[in-house]
């Protein structure tokens, strides 16, 4: 009887030993498979996050002058920050409760702020990059062509090796070009000349374009000389190579504000605004960069790219019928045409096989109307090569539509335009249709 009771007693042992070995198993290989798994997302979010590193770190080596110099050491400290983030991806632990602890401390790893800092952080350096090669050393007929667009300019006249007044024209650190123009600010009457080149900077401003920033520079100091005397000459600010000068004649408000438009007009936008496009209640002041109209543009759909074959950049023009009061529009539609917009980008990513970021999602005005604007990015999940873009929408109560306007370019784009920057210029500077209220 003993002995029979025994037995049953080592075999019941022997199951539950069994049993507990089959579960701690189970539990094992499961926790093996999570953390697996956890392990290969993580590794492919330390390769996004390292590519964006590298591509930052590479385009520093580039050693390119920026227009904004500051915005070198600010991607510099986007990349330090974004090393620091960076998680190192454990060996796996023995036992399953600690395997299951490492693979919840992997799941964790989110690099989302690194990423949209480090990139915004490249795409503001890349913009600066390309705003400085436009005030490098330009032609004349550029320079030109920049004061057409600029408010207030009236004549401009571009100085030869015979009619200079200075005779630095071409000379070892003399000007490449020298542009004056007169404005419609000054009584043309009161300055001394019976030219522009005679009357120079008195009668508008010029423009000074040299070989050299150093150049510039020793010039704009020369000039800086006569600031406060009987001699002064006027506002000088050197922009790249070029010194942007304006009349003493003017008040320094007038000053300030012509030179920014002048500055504005160099690096992109101003020089761009002859294309005028009415659409659905708005009248907006267009690049002309977008010079080609697509053959399936309709009445509430325009699509615009620029005709140059190395230049990858699109605006779209869409509208929409909504009848609805502005209150409701701004307390009801709004936000839910942005939930839309949202969903709309996230799911042509996706079809795209892509991957969207967001930089930027706010309110904002559009001809003095509310709307809403959102800045993202998208990169291909099988490259990670950027494309850069931005959507917004407004609401025009007078012709009852919902109007989305939208700007991307690809990073293979090969021009100096700084594309968003000149598409929130273009939606600030919009404004109702003559003869709508």
Not at 18 to 42: D, N, R
Request: proline letters at 2%; aromatic letters at 8%.
């Amino acid at each position: 009887m003993k002995k029979t009771t025994s037995l049953i007693c080592i075999y019941l042992f022997a199951t539950i030993c069994l049993g507990l070995t089959g579960c701690q198993s189970s539990a094992h290989k499961q926790a093996v498979e999570e953390f697996e798994a956890a392990t290969s997302t993580a590794a492919e979010k330390n390769t996004e996050l390292d590519t964006a590193v590298s591509e930052s770190e590479a385009l520093i080596a580039k050693g390119e002058s920026a227009l904004d110099a500051t915005l070198i050491p600010a991607l510099e400290t986007a990349i330090s920050e974004a090393k620091a983030a960076k998680k190192n991806i454990p060996d796996m632990p023995k036992k399953a409760d600690e395997i299951t602890a490492a693979t919840l401390e992997l799941n964790s790893i989110d690099y989302t702020n690194a990423l949209t800092n480090l990139t915004g952080k490249k795409r503001d350096l890349e913009t600066s990059i390309k705003k400085y090669a436009l005030v490098n050393a330009p032609s004349e007929e550029y320079i030109i062509n920049c004061l057409k667009n600029v408010s207030n300019v009236v004549d401009i006249s571009a100085v030869t090796e015979e009619n200079d007044p200075n005779g630095n024209l071409n000379k070892a650190g003399g000007y490449t070009a020298q542009v004056y123009f007169s404005s419609a600010l000054i009584d043309q009457n009161s300055i001394y000349g019976s030219s522009i080149i005679e009357k120079g900077t008195d009668c508008g401003g010029s423009i000074e374009v040299y070989a050299t920033v150093e150049d510039a520079e020793k010039r704009n100091a020369y000039l800086g000389g006569f600031d406060g005397s009987l001699f002064a000459s006027g506002s000088h600010t050197v922009l790249g190579t070029v010194i942007v000068r304006t009349s003493d004649e003017l008040t320094a408000s007038q000053q300030k504000e012509m030179e920014a438009n002048i500055i504005s007009a160099l690096i992109g936008f101003d020089e761009a605004t002859n294309q005028k496009l009415s659409f659905c209640g708005i009248d907006f002041s267009m690049p002309a960069y977008f010079d080609v109209l697509s053959e399936d543009s309709t009445e509430t759909y325009k699509l615009y790219y620029p005709e140059t074959k190395d230049y990858y950049a699109t605006l779209i023009f869409q509208c929409a019928g909504l009848s609805a009061t502005q209150d409701d529009f701004d307390s009801v539609y709004l936000s839910s045409t942005v939930d839309s917009m949202i969903a709309s980008l996230e799911s042509g990513a996706e079809n795209r096989n892509q991957i969207i970021e967001y930089s930027k999602s706010e309110k904002t005005t559009i001809a003095r109307m509310s709307g809403w604007i959102i800045t993202f990015s998208l990169k291909d999940k099988d490259n990670g090569v950027p494309s850069y873009g931005s959507v917004a929408l407004v609401y025009n109560i007078n012709t009852e539509q919902i109007i989305t306007i939208l700007c991307g370019y690809e990073s293979k784009d090969q021009s100096n335009y700084d594309y968003l920057g000149d598409y929130e210029k273009m939606l600030k500077s919009a404004v109702l249709t003559a003869g709508v209220s």
